[in-house]
């Protein structure tokens, strides 16, 4: 037992660093290294992310460009797509009114006189004027009527001069306060031998057709406007939006009665340019929808517009007009009192 320390005789002192834990000698330069190590890894964490998201953005934007270009493109087929389909629409909307277009027809044949076996005075021409209209014409198969509503306007002139290039007579039903602004295009009209047809003084629907009242107060101011300004007492009428317009609280046929007792007849169509929207329409467009019925019909009463932003009408027309031509038996007349109306809705008594 000489020679070792037993632990029972360890002296206070070693007890006391015995009960001491040992301590790790770190000094505040290695700490402030270690954090600063910290700080540059999650500076070029944050680096690096950032350069990936602008990639990311990059891309996405990269992306997002060729779709809008791709989407461009679709918009541009589907506009081509909805102006074929809208001439489509028209198309059908005047099969629609077939049975009418019928019974005109047949009203027609039952006489080769239907349409005045001798040229006479056209409607709202002026006095003395004929009709320049031989036999064969009166009496070929299909009979073509050009009408223009909503004018005069800028572009009257030209719709003129194109009309006495290919020697053709039309229809102009227009509107009173609009014709204030060009009364000399109103007797232009009425001296180059076309028919001028009454559109309404206002053209304001709201007003028109608030009662039978109205639509009268409007009708006479139209009509003595005219006789004033040109000498030529109209009898013919388009209501505006047609006489199947659901504007009116009233039912049409109850104007249709009153014009009647006017001596007064209203002319529909049964085939539409399309160009009374404010969509521009093509110019092949509205050749097709002018051209591409007319043949199913013995009488074509053609909707057009003489407005000053149908561009595409003024450029349409003498194709029109010569595609017309080229036809079979078919001739193109401005409305006569004798010319068979076209109407929308069935108005007189049974």
């Known amino acids: 037992m000489s020679g070792k320390k037993k632990s029972k005789d360890i002296t206070p002192e070693d007890a006391v660093s015995l009960q001491e834990e040992p301590k790790h000698d770190i000094s505040e330069d290695k700490i402030r290294a270690a954090g600063g190590r910290g700080v540059g890894r999650l500076r070029r964490c944050n680096i690096r992310m950032l350069i990936a998201s602008v990639i990311i953005l990059m891309v996405l934007c990269g992306v997002l460009l060729v779709r809008i270009r791709a989407l461009n493109g679709k918009v541009a087929d589907m506009t081509a797509q909805l102006a074929r389909l809208a001439g489509i629409a028209t198309q059908q909307q005047e099969q629609l009114r077939t049975l009418t277009e019928e019974l005109s027809d047949a009203m027609e044949g039952t006489s080769a006189s239907g349409e005045n076996t001798a040229a006479g005075k056209g409607v709202g021409q002026a006095s003395g004027e004929s009709v320049e209209a031989s036999t064969s014409a009166i009496t070929a198969a299909h009979k073509v009527y050009l009408t223009f509503d909503d004018g005069p306007s800028d572009n009257t002139q030209e719709i003129l001069d194109i009309l ?98 006017q001596g007064v007849r209203f002319f529909d169509w049964n085939i539409s340019s399309g160009d009374g929207g404010s969509y521009l329409f093509p110019t092949e467009t509205i050749i097709e929808n002018c051209t591409g019925s007319i043949e199913r019909h013995g009488t074509s009463v053609v909707l057009m517009h003489d407005v000053s932003n149908k561009s595409t009408t003024i450029e349409a027309l003498p194709t029109i007009i010569e595609k017309i031509q080229a036809m079979e038996d078919t001739v193109i007349l401005p409305i006569t009192d004798e010319t068979t109306p076209v109407q929308h809705i069935q108005w007189q008594e049974e």
């Open 164 to 261: 006495d290039k290919y020697g053709v007579k039309a229809t102009f039903f227009v509107v009173g306060n609009q014709a204030e602004k060009e009364e000399e295009m109103l007797k232009k009209i009425v001296e180059a031998g076309h028919t001028l047809g009454m559109h309404s003084y206002s053209h304001k629907y709201s007003e028109l057709y608030a009662s039978v009242e109205s639509f009268a107060e409007d009708f006479t101011k139209i009509q003595d406007y005219l006789y004033e300004t040109t000498g030529v007492k109209s009898t013919v009428y388009r209501f505006p939006g047609g006489s199947s317009n659901t504007i009116s609280e009233l039912e049409m046929k109850e104007f249709a009665r009153y014009l009647d007792e």
